[in-house]
């Protein structure tokens, strides 16, 4: 990816979707509207300084970015970030998290640009997977040292160590595998799985979700598992 964007590549775009009962609020974004959340998130150091296509904030997480936004329009821009960010785009995002602030709810963000149906299946299933842990007031989705054993498991979690810059953390990568079987073909794919072995791994996964929180796994079964 180049380091600047043209002028038509920098035109905003971004809108938030109405909420249904119970849903994260989501906030649709352009490819430019992505570019200017990775600078901030990144300048935050909110999502381990990884680039994203979609981010799951928690209501807390939504009010940083807001705050952030804020603070940056009254320094008159985003400066030194890959791209510079004048206050009228600070703007247009500002907008969005001002009407997501208002919930109580998660916020997932979705770019538009690429496969946003993907994005979201991928981001829905990182809520799901925070409901859970939010009603046992657990901090893991499933036993992830456990769950990590299996080998193919050991296999993903391995590409996403080496090829994406994921920390070598059980907990992180049990639920980014988790959210990456959940996505569909594209998420096994990425984790250099056959679809033989992304089916078992799902399996492996949800059998794991239902060992760590019993019936209510089964409430989040469609956002976990496509299968
Ligand atoms: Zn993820």
Redesign the pocket.
Same mark, same amino acid.
């Given at each position: 990816m180049s380091n600047m964007l043209t002028q038509s590549e920098q035109e905003i775009g971004i809108e938030v979707l109405p909420p249904h009962r119970g849903e994260p609020a989501t906030i649709l974004g352009n490819f430019a509207a992505t570019q200017l959340l990775n600078d901030l998130v990144i300048s935050m150091d909110l999502d381990g300084g990884q680039e994203f296509k979609g981010i799951c904030l928690t209501p807390a997480g939504a009010r940083l970015v807001r705050l952030k936004l804020r603070q940056w329009i009254d320094r008159g821009g985003l400066i030194g970030a890959k791209t510079s960010w004048v206050p009228r785009e600070l703007t247009a995002v500002l907008h969005c998290f001002n009407k997501v602030s208002e919930r109580a709810t998660d916020t997932i963000y979705v770019d538009t640009s690429e496969d946003p149906e993907t994005i979201l299946r /991928?981001e829905l299933a /990182?809520f799901a997977q925070r409901m859970l842990c939010k009603f046992d007031d657990d901090a893991e989705d499933v036993d992830a040292i456990a769950f990590l054993e299996h080998p193919i498991a050991q296999k993903a979690a391995a590409v996403l160590v080496r090829d994406y810059g994921y920390p070598d953390e059980p907990r992180v990568l049990s639920a980014?595998i988790g959210?990456?079987l959940s996505q569909g073909p594209s998420g096994a794919e990425k984790m250099e799985l056959t679809m033989d072995e992304g089916a078992e791994l799902a399996e492996l996964y949800f059998s794991a979700l239902v060992a760590k929180h019993g019936a209510a796994a089964y409430r989040f079964r469609s956002a976990i598992l496509l299968t």
């Open positions: /991928h /990182h980014e959210a990456n």
